[in-house]
């Protein structure tokens, strides 16, 4: 890894970029949202092998190597019915699925897929030659023994990376069981949790109305009733708090919000909730729970994420085989302007609320996010997200919308990754992005250097912590 | 103000940059569009205190400064009511409003408004040191001195600025008194006027027949007569020409035109002068107009602007309190292929008409308008607009537009300001970054040093007094 | 031309470039795709003029000339009803032509057509002087001189071009003529067809019903009923494989795909065999076909092209005085998450299949075509297309395309040209780009210079090769 890697070529921009790096390079960790498992910090267990840490779980490198051509069941991935097929079974062998990572190893140039690897693969286990068919065994068997070692388990690795407080993300029916005994082992790691209700306020999930019967049953609350249904979600509310929570986190489909008149939401969620929802009501009954979600955020104090935009499953035949998370996850254009309008007139005024904006749009940067974030008091701006969480990604990010917003309406760098060992790779990514960015508004007199370096601080690690209140 | 501001950091581009800047910076200012108020120069009154001159007229200061949790009343922006809030009546006092925006100045970082309010505290009042808590005392004692002189008066400004001519923009019902007393004045400023007739083709404006019934009483026409009201607008232009302008500006809400038969325009055009618009008829009647006013344009000569894409007013509860031009106005996507069909089939082929266009969607820069201004002889691109007026947004614009509609289908620059000591900081900007650009250009040997150097003339000067017939 | 021209500034940068550039500037011609006229070289006639060469049929320069306010009549375009007009008739003198374009050369500058006709004129007719006013007459005389001589014939340009295989693009009910022509010529030269059989499955096409006849008569086929439509299709494809055909391609207004159940789409079929379409019959059988056609590949393993997203003939009055390709077709928004999942649903699976998507809406690179092509084995993305086959398209390009996709799901270079002159000029301005892209990587320690080197020739030649089966 060059000391000096995604800084700016030029000798000006490139020696300023150093001295900001050089000043937030080593500071703590904060990963505000993201999807690394808490057993993992619950129970401290060994990862059981290269291929499964770094191969299996990782929907971006399954979908690029899938898209070159190679089969999931050679990368390990077991089909849903346990069938084989032509072609042979899954690969069981670890090292196997390693060596096909290997031989496709070009098709990764320049995403940042490979940047994450490379750092993880140098900076954790020591690894400094570049992965090829020739080297693939002895890297396999490197990581192999790591991972053998009482350093490369779970909390070491979480000290050693330097986290100040990671979040992960739990569904609205989950026991937090591991987080209790995170909790409970006494060890001083902060790992905390963020409530993602999405199971129980979309009618379109699967097992809705059995969702909504296991969240009764968990809170005692009569969760058919709409007083009972918005009572349970704010008990369950309280519960995360208490295993850590700071924020809330929705995934939907678009950005859209509603108000309805109480007596109107309640009509809705009386048919959603007996299952025999009309063709608009799903969308209408996510959008009026985003805005009863911003009025419980304003009384409990988490704060709130929208992560929208995706048409998730695009590929029906890998759905059906392989499951949900195997990299066929497509963006679709976004709109925020008329559909956050009901939240924001009924709660955008309040500086007291914090909702944070993620897209996978980038057209909505500087034509509505930006605006928007600019003017309400409530609104900030996540960080590039996702596909865009790359260099190139987050240079769109910061030039589409720094001008209009600043960097006061952004809040730091989010990891989200369900990569453990990337955590540190991809903050230092955003770290020295975001440095090399601020050079060159140095180096062209846009901003003075020493308020540059502020910024750069902020950017790596205090707004995050102020954004979600960690 | 460092002098290579917003030059590229490469040696070779930035010496390139210089030269070509060197022959522009000085060149007079044409200013074709814009917002500053002609009763400054009409009657040559001294700029009240640094607040009133620089905060409470500027929304994207506002607008910044709210989005961060300072409240309006804070910032000297009463209340429509006149009544006061919890947390404490309307700031009175500009020293203090003053000190507010210096708590929050690091919010401007990286933004256009900070270049802009730096370059008119340096060049206009002579402050060098940076706006921070500690110097907002004295820089507004400065500016407050300064403010007092004679030598800071509009016209002074006016002079010193170098402006060759200027035009603000008025109502169609304006009563044009202030630019009838420059005229009468003797005073040798060219303040021109613009003719804007929004709230009386629009349909949705508000009190839009009462309107109608003053278009009348002042043009003497029965403008409640198809005819009578194409005659009135025809009237009304002919007397802003004769208050110097040479241009009308239109602000839709969207690009839609059309082009009815006679009949079926008059049968439209009385349903809304009777004030019972069908659901579609606003729409359909503006887009008629904007037809109407390019064959007006054709007859008497003046240029036609568009400005369309925004959605005015966006928070609710802001132009309830606080009234229009808070900062809450937020652009939406924009569509241009379809939506200027009709107007284009009837007049797009007229070299004789200029149509210019303006977009807060940059999606549409490649996509739709270098195409069409590529090809059809009416129209012309306006610069970036509004939140897109800043250098990365300029960068975008020209990187986006000039491989398919060249530099020769733009117009050069307008500052659209109704911050009248940005006006310089402005076109400096513009012509910064336009040299900026060009010096790429150059270094990348796509055109040669001495075209880069007509362009940049052209760009700075010669075709905004074109492209406007000034 | 500066043997430097499109690189980087920064000499560090720089010099990696012209490393790169330096292994891949005399890598042979792929052509894949194109719009050159057979004949030339089924007969190798000379060419008659500079103006017939390089004015009269390049609809990128009329357009920027007419956009200008000159009048195609004076580039030598007919009216087709073959009247002449206020103003005189239609120039017939080709140096007058020429004269003109020579008058308006600034309006070129920064655009693609400027540097592709200063490479032609330099590389191809020995060309140094600027065009100007003053220098046109003897650029003319001497590309006029050239023309006359055996080496500017089209074969002889063909070789001397280093061309390896060169794509027309023929009709569905092209007989081929030409292509038959060249093979029985014993010319060594490789130029072979595509199938584009728009005119037979666009019902909205003037004329389909009769090119079903026409369809039918060529294929003796009963081209009325489904099944003989599909065999004749199938024929058709058989045909141009024997004029060496390795793809389709299908110019649709948008990238909607349809899968119907055999019988509704036989249903939906002899409705538009008919000529009674219903109101959205045109659409859905266009995106019928579209999966038809990817069927049919499937089987006989030729690669299918998709151009999507244009609105041909935006210019009523042009069309209609002066017919197609006069420089008015104009983009518009593309999706293509939805449009294109019925296709996917049935095909998106299978590496066996190719198609390459090519887009005017460069919102879609990083939102769409890059996670769609970064996961469907089925996908590869073509090069920027029409307008933004430029070097600032190009970098917008691989800017938001790489992260996500790779290198390795896109397919090299097209030239898509019917200049024929122009196309090493082209492919030279594509492998500066990459190159320039690829040393901006290179410095900034993002991939490898040994790497780059392998990826620069695999983008000027091996993909092209290999998506195309060439």
Same mark, same amino acid.
């Given at each position: 890894?060059?000391?000096?890697?995604?800084?700016?070529?030029?000798?000006?921009?490139?020696?300023? !970029?150093?001295?900001?790096?050089?000043?937030?390079?080593?500071?703590?960790?904060?990963?505000?949202?993201?999807?690394?498992?808490?057993?993992?910090?619950?129970? $401290?267990?060994?990862?059981? =092998?290269?291929? &499964?840490?770094?191969?299996?779980? $990782?929907?971006?490198?399954?979908?690029?190597?899938?898209? +070159?051509?190679?089969?999931?069941?050679?990368?390990?991935?077991?089909?849903?019915?346990?069938?084989? /097929?032509?072609?042979?079974?899954?690969?069981?062998?670890?090292?196997?699925?390693?060596?096909?990572?290997?031989?496709?190893?070009?098709?990764?140039?320049?995403?940042?897929?490979?940047?994450?690897?490379?750092?993880?693969? !140098?900076? /954790?286990?020591?690894?400094?030659?570049?992965?090829?068919?020739?080297?693939?065994?002895?890297?396999?068997?490197?990581?192999?023994?790591?991972?053998?070692?009482? &350093?490369?388990?779970?909390?070491?690795?979480?000290?050693?990376?330097?986290?100040?407080?990671?979040?992960?993300?739990? *569904?609205?029916?989950?026991?937090?069981?591991?987080?209790?005994?995170?909790?409970?082992?006494?060890? +001083?790691?902060?790992?905390?949790?963020?409530?993602?209700?999405?199971? /129980?306020?979309?009618?379109?999930?699967?097992?809705?109305?059995?969702?909504?019967?296991?969240?009764?049953?968990?809170? *005692?609350?009569?969760?058919?009733?709409?007083?009972?249904?918005?009572?349970?979600?704010?008990?369950?509310?309280?519960?995360?708090?208490?295993?850590?929570?700071?924020?809330?986190?929705?995934?939907?489909?678009?950005?859209?919000?509603?108000?309805?008149?109480?007596?109107?939401?309640?009509?809705?969620? =009386?048919?959603?909730?007996?299952?025999?929802?009309?063709? +608009?009501?799903?969308?209408?009954?996510? *959008?009026?729970?985003?805005?009863?979600?911003?009025?419980?955020?304003?009384?409990?104090?988490?704060?709130?994420?929208?992560?929208?935009?995706?048409?998730?499953?695009?590929?029906?035949?890998?759905?059906?085989?392989?499951?949900?998370?195997?990299? $066929?996850?497509?963006?679709?254009?976004?709109?925020?302007?008329? =559909?956050?309008?009901?939240?924001?007139?009924?709660?955008?005024?309040?500086?007291?609320?914090?909702?944070?904006?993620?897209?996978?749009?980038?057209?909505?940067?500087?034509?509505?996010?930006?605006?928007?974030?600019?003017?309400?008091?409530?609104?900030?701006?996540?960080?590039?997200?996702?596909?865009?969480?790359?260099?190139?990604?987050?240079?769109?990010?910061? +030039?589409?919308?720094?001008?209009?917003?600043?960097?006061?309406?952004?809040?730091?760098? =989010?990891?989200?990754?369900?990569?453990?060992?990337?955590?540190?790779?991809?903050?230092?990514?955003?770290?020295? /992005?975001?440095?090399?960015?601020?050079?060159?508004?140095?180096?062209?007199?846009?901003?003075?250097?020493?308020?540059?370096?502020?910024?750069?601080?902020?950017? !790596?690690?205090?707004?995050?912590?102020?954004?979600?209140?960690?």
């Amino acid at each position: 890894m060059h000391e000096d890697r995604l800084f700016p070529a030029d000798p000006g921009e490139r020696s300023i !970029a150093r001295r900001l790096y050089a000043e937030v390079a080593g500071l703590p960790i904060v990963s505000p949202h993201g999807h690394t498992d808490p057993a993992w910090f619950a129970y $401290d267990e060994p990862f059981p =092998n290269p291929a &499964e840490l770094l191969v299996v779980p $990782d929907h971006y490198v399954l979908r690029m190597l899938y898209s +070159q051509g190679v089969r999931l069941e050679e990368l390990g991935v077991p089909r849903l019915d346990g069938t084989t /097929v032509e072609g042979g079974p899954v690969e069981g062998d670890p090292r196997r699925i390693w060596r096909t990572v290997a031989e496709h190893w070009h098709a990764f140039r320049a995403t940042p897929s490979r940047l994450w690897w490379e750092h993880a693969l !140098a900076e /954790v286990f020591g690894v400094t030659e570049r992965l090829t068919p020739q080297s693939a065994d002895a890297i396999y068997d490197r990581i192999a023994d790591c991972l053998s070692k009482p &350093e490369f388990r779970p909390r070491a690795l979480f000290e050693r990376f330097g986290i100040e407080a990671l979040a992960t993300t739990e *569904g609205a029916l989950d026991p937090l069981e591991h987080h209790k005994a995170i909790r409970e082992s006494g060890w +001083q790691g902060r790992v905390v949790t963020t409530f993602r209700p999405d199971t /129980v306020v979309d009618p379109d999930t699967p097992g809705f109305v059995a969702n909504l019967e296991e969240l009764g049953r968990i809170t *005692g609350e009569d969760t058919f009733t709409w007083r009972g249904y918005l009572a349970a979600l704010a008990a369950r509310r309280r519960d995360f708090m208490a295993a850590g929570a700071t924020a809330t986190d929705h995934g939907h489909p678009t950005a859209f919000t509603a108000d309805l008149p109480p007596a109107e939401a309640e009509v809705l969620f =009386n048919r959603v909730a007996a299952g025999r929802p009309g063709p +608009q009501d799903a969308e209408l009954f996510r *959008g009026q729970m985003l805005t009863e979600m911003a009025r419980m955020s304003l009384e409990d104090g988490l704060v709130m994420q929208l992560h929208s935009g995706v048409r998730r499953g695009h590929n029906a035949w890998m759905q059906r085989v392989f499951g949900a998370n195997r990299g $066929d996850d497509i963006p679709t254009r976004s709109e925020f302007v008329d =559909n956050l309008r009901p939240l924001l007139d009924r709660f955008g005024n309040e500086p007291g609320l914090t909702l944070i904006l993620f897209t996978l749009d980038e057209t909505t940067y500087s034509r509505e996010l930006a605006p928007l974030a600019g003017h309400y008091p409530a609104l900030r701006l996540g960080p590039p997200w996702w596909f865009h969480d790359s260099p190139e990604g987050m240079w769109r990010y910061r +030039q589409r919308i720094t001008e209009t917003a600043g960097f006061y309406n952004t809040v730091g760098f =989010n990891d989200d990754t369900r990569a453990f060992p990337s955590i540190p790779a991809r903050h230092d990514v955003a770290r020295r /992005v975001d440095c090399a960015f601020l050079a060159r508004l140095v180096a062209e007199h846009r901003i003075d250097e020493d308020e540059a370096l502020e910024v750069a601080t902020d950017l !790596a690690y205090r707004l995050a912590k102020q954004a979600y209140r960690l």
